[in-house]
């Protein structure tokens, strides 16, 4: 009977394990990918792909809207949705269309745990002026209204940003800050670095910090990750290490919510010499900025001092008792 | 002198251990490169040396990059690879205040909740499509200016006087800290009495921000709460607006 026991609870725990996370709440949305950023000659005709999907248990009826953006106050990549673009073409949207199969689509349904791929047309005829448009493809629920007293509706959107951008033209900026505390007792060390695109279209810079000692070593090196910086805007610059799983480095970026490098070496002592090497796009320019700090590791060195004291005056006593 | 030869030891290992920092990564490197991984189980990396990189995560999506005719496309985050997506969700859209009586605020919450694994960075800005409001005749309850009588959709300020009138709300963070608005935090509101207007579309007014983050995440949970109180001189009627979420991934 044991034995028959064993295979069933087995089995049982095997089937559970598959059973996938049910969603209680009433409204959640999936939406992929989360840009997309498209690089068009005129007279181009673009079609890409947006997937929604309903992860909740309920049916939804989402509208389907076009707004423009450009970067929020903070710098960090975050979205400030606006009036109208600052483009040439106040009517780009109208050459935007979503289809669903062969059917435009300014609403759509979608059953419980369904998702839907829509293609997204963009049409650009050969005129179209150089330029950058960026704006949101936004999914918002709608909403039944109902016969009771007194009471809020909330409804949900999920949003896909895309980054149009329209013509040619060399990447133009310049950095616009780099600095870290000039002086710090231990790492990891925060260094702030914000590039300003001065270009007509976004860019994706690359590069890295070098750090060099007090001897001209090369001792560290972060790399910067290639996060979009928007046309006439200024970004903060995070590092690759944005999933690291170190413990340190997720606290402190919780901490700091806004894009730092951090570098995480920890034992520092003496001058150093910080480079941002920076090229803005593949055919570059490229861009060099220096910054020092100084660490020296006070507490560290307060606590050594005091230990040695302890052990010199020990010697002292054990000797003292030793000649006597 | 033996005594004295193990005690220099002891304290030497003991002042080693104490300043000497525990290895959270591996890192090797020399002249040319330098690879830096998160643990030594980790599967994902990022390698870099001699103007090469490489950025490897373990399965999942790959993000697409397409070409035809005069145009590119790159869908997603070449630097991201996840399966947690981006998906947004409200746990309750009906938020029910029931009867309201004068100088007897109510409270009630529902909670949003934000999975970003695709991009660094997501935002959900809120707006109501007009203040609380009877749509027969349009006799509204005011937006809350708080107790002092300052806030807007951009300031916050305490709301604890049962006699001040409005409508207004408050973000505290469920899950990871500070996905609130900063108006909200410990530092600008270690009462946690603050409260905030919806932005209000009807006149115009800019959606807001009420949660945010910067990096990614599964499950990132903040509590809206709702508070309304109505004067002696409030009409009677069925008072009703909506709120509208959206969530949008850092570009």
Known sequence: ?324 | MKRLKLFFLSAFILIFSIFTNKALALTMSNNNFMLQMGNFNSFSGVTSGNNKNLSFTSGETASGLYSSGNYKVRAGFQYIRSIIGFSFSIDQTFVDFGTLSPGSPVTRTNNLKISNGSAYGYSVTAFETHPLQIIANGVMIPDTTCDNGTCSEVIASGWSSPLTYGFGYRCDAVTTPNQCNSDFNSTNDPSGTNFKQFANNAAGKTPQSVMSGSNVGKNMQVQITYKVNISATQAAGNYINNIVYVATPSF
């Open chain 1, 1 to 324: 009977m044991k034995l028959r026991i064993i295979p069933l609870f087995i089995a049982l725990t095997a089937s559970l394990s598959f059973v996938s996370t049910a969603h209680a709440d009433p409204l959640s949305l999936a939406i992929s990918p989360p840009i997309l950023q498209i690089q068009a000659l005129p007279p181009a005709k673009v079609t890409t792909f947006i997937t929604i999907m309903n992860t909740s248990n309920n049916a939804v009826n989402a509208s389907v809207q076009l707004r423009p953006f450009t970067q929020a106050d903070l710098e960090n990549g975050q979205v400030k949705f606006i009036d109208k673009f600052p483009g040439p073409d106040q009517k780009i949207l109208q050459k935007v269309r979503i289809y669903l199969g062969n059917q435009e689509v300014t609403s759509l349904d979608l059953a419980p745990k369904q998702q839907k791929k829509l293609t997204l047309l963009i049409d650009i005829p050969e005129n179209e002026p150089v330029s950058d448009y960026y704006f949101s493809v936004i999914f918002i629920s709608n909403f039944s209204p109902t016969d009771k007293t007194n009471y809020s509706q909330a409804q949900g959107g999920i949003a896909t940003n895309v980054l149009l951008s329209i013509g040619k033209g060399a990447a133009q900026g310049d950095i616009s800050r780099f600095s870290t505390p000039f002086y710090v007792e231990s790492g990891p060390v925060p260094f702030t670095l914000a590039i300003h695109n001065s270009g007509t279209h976004f860019i994706a810079p690359q590069g890295n910090i070098l750090v060099k000692n007090m001897f001209g070593q090369t001792i560290g090196k972060i790399d910067i990750l290639p996060v979009n910086v928007l046309a006439a805007t200024t970004r903060l610059i995070p590092d690759a290490s944005q999933n690291s799983s170190s413990a340190s480095l997720k606290t402190l970026r919780e901490k700091n919510p806004q894009p730092f490098i951090f570098w995480p070496e920890k034992f520092l002592l003496g001058p150093y010499q910080a480079t941002a090497n920076i090229t803005l796009s593949n055919t570059g320019p490229q861009l060099t900025q220096t910054t020092y700090f100084f660490a020296f590791p006070i507490q560290a060195i307060i606590i050594t001092i005091i230990i040695l004291s302890f052990i010199t005056l020990i010697l002292i006593r054990v000797k003292n008792k030793v000649v006597l």
